[in-house]
Every structure is written in structure tokens, then in C-alpha cells.
């Protein structure tokens, strides 16, 4: 499996970003997607993760009702809808896939690994 995330940009605070993580190779072992975030000096931390059937997702308590996780299975992609963006979201993003049902928020539990996209939101 690969994931190529996208999407990554500079916003001013208050304002929208969408991510996008698209999966190719086995797409057909991708249970879980998980979108992971890392600032300077802190630990990799899970704020949103989605089951590939869309049935259940997960939001960190940080991003709970700014952030939405939406799923194209068409283009095996999904997307991480960022709105009301605060400067303490500023950090590299990452896209990682599981391949089990079960949502898990720990970044040692995922198999395959994207490329980090800057996220830079200013105050």
C-alpha cells in the first residue's frame, strides 16, 4: 500500500484547509485511515481516523467539530476537512493506514505511512 497525502498549505486563523491521503497498491487491506499530526518538539498524535466502510470514526477532543474525515472509495482516497484553524493546528500532517476494523489512535498501531504535508496556519 501507498499513501500519497496532499492538501497542505499556510492559512490564516479562522480559515479552511482539506487535506486529501490517497491509497494505491493493495487498497483492498485498508480497514482503518488514520490522519496524524506532528509539531516541533512534541509527539506524532492522532486527531481523526475513519473506518474504510465509513461506519466509525474518531475525533480528537482538540479537533472535534472543526474537523471532518469524508471517504471517496471510488479514488481509494480520504479527505480530512479542516475549518476554524487555529495556530496551535500548525504541524505535519500525516495520512496512516491499518489493516484491521479496529479504530486505534496509537501511531505504532499502523501498518503504511504517507508523506508529512506542512500545515501552517498564522495567527
Known amino acids: 500500500v501507498q499513501l500519497q497525502a496532499s492538501g497542505g498549505g499556510l492559512v490564516q486563523s479562522g480559515g479552511s484547509l482539506r487535506l486529501s491521503c490517497a491509497g494505491s497498491?493493495?487498497?483492498?487491506?485498508?480497514?482503518?485511515m488514520g490522519w496524524f499530526r506532528q509539531a516541533p518538539g512534541k509527539e506524532r498524535e492522532c486527531v481523526a481516523a475513519?473506518?474504510?466502510?465509513?461506519?466509525?470514526?474518531y475525533y480528537a477532543g482538540s479537533v472535534k467539530g472543526r474537523f471532518t474525515i469524508s471517504i471517496d472509495n471510488a479514488k481509494s482516497t480520504m479527505h480530512l476537512q479542516m475549518s476554524s484553524l487555529k495556530p496551535e493546528d500548525t504541524a505535519v500532517y500525516y495520512c496512516?493506514?491499518?489493516?484491521?476494523?479496529?479504530?486505534?489512535?496509537?501511531?505504532?498501531?499502523?501498518?503504511?505511512w504517507g508523506q508529512g504535508t506542512q500545515v501552517t496556519v498564522s495567527s
Open positions: 475513519g473506518s474504510w466502510s465509513g461506519g466509525s470514526t
Open positions: 497498491g493493495r487498497t483492498s487491506s485498508i480497514y482503518v
Open positions: 496512516a493506514s491499518r489493516t484491521s476494523v479496529v479504530i486505534k489512535t496509537d501511531p505504532g498501531s499502523y501498518d503504511y
